[in-house]
T-cell receptor, first 114, second 114 residues
């Protein structure tokens, strides 16, 4: 079965600093990968998804970006963090659009921007 | 635009009680519906996946039903235990052009008191 790793687990960063969050998956190949953010009182929001290496789609305009340099690696980045970027960032994987396909989530990264 | 609503937002029950969590969605054109559990500070754990052609799924003490035409799903938990305490989230996967992503409700925070 597949495993999703995220690091770091927690991060405290000052406003204006850069960001790099990493997600790697094991036990599967060619997955769809997703970045979600969970902010207090707002539920889970899809930020980016990727169907393959170098293929990134953005769901919402923001100062974040994503990259997929390898099949099983998904990176979330920012050049300059905002206070509003604080939240719980979750990486997820899915396998295609079939109704049989579940999404599975990683353990998350708690980001606090001060 | 798909919207998912979960009622109640919070629920507190004594141990041993049977309970029902509700989820409703506005657009019935879905591939599937997934129920997740989230413990504080943790990622999401997939509990049950119901395909659009199914009416229910069972796993142990959990039973999820789906009425796609009315845009409703319920998660039934039998003989609740303190270890069931968590936030329960439902998410729908739309068919058509948005079939890559899940739309989440804000969750129901369940507390089972010993």
């Amino acid at each position: 079965s597949q495993t999703i790793h995220q690091w770091p687990a927690t991060l405290v960063q000052p406003v204006g600093s850069p960001l790099s969050l990493e997600c790697t998956v094991e036990g599967t190949s060619n997955p769809n990968l997703y970045w979600y953010r969970q902010a207090a009182g707002r539920g889970l929001q899809l930020l980016f998804y990727s169907v393959g290496i170098g293929q990134i789609s953005s769901e919402v305009p923001q100062n974040l970006s994503a990259s997929r340099p390898q099949d099983r690696q998904f990176i979330l980045s920012s050049k300059k963090l905002l206070l509003s970027d604080s939240g719980f960032y979750l990486c997820a994987l899915g396998r295609g659009a079939s109704s049989y396909n579940e999404q599975f989530f990683g353990p998350g990264t708690r980001l606090t921007v001060l | 635009k798909q919207e998912v609503t979960q009622i109640p937002a919070a629920l507190s029950v004594p141990e041993g009680e049977n309970l029902v969590l509700n989820c409703s969605f506005t657009d019935s054109a879905i591939y599937n519906l997934q129920w997740f559990r989230q413990d504080p500070g943790k990622g999401l754990t997939s509990l049950l996946l119901i395909q659009s052609s199914q009416r229910e799924q069972t796993s142990g003490r959990l039973n999820a039903s789906l009425d796609k035409s009315s845009g409703r799903s319920t998660l039934y938990i039998a003989a609740s235990q303190p270890g069931d305490s968590a936030t329960y989230l439902c998410a729908v996967r739309e068919s058509g052009g948005s079939n890559y992503k899940l739309t989440f409700g804000k969750g129901t925070l369940l507390t089972v008191n010993p």
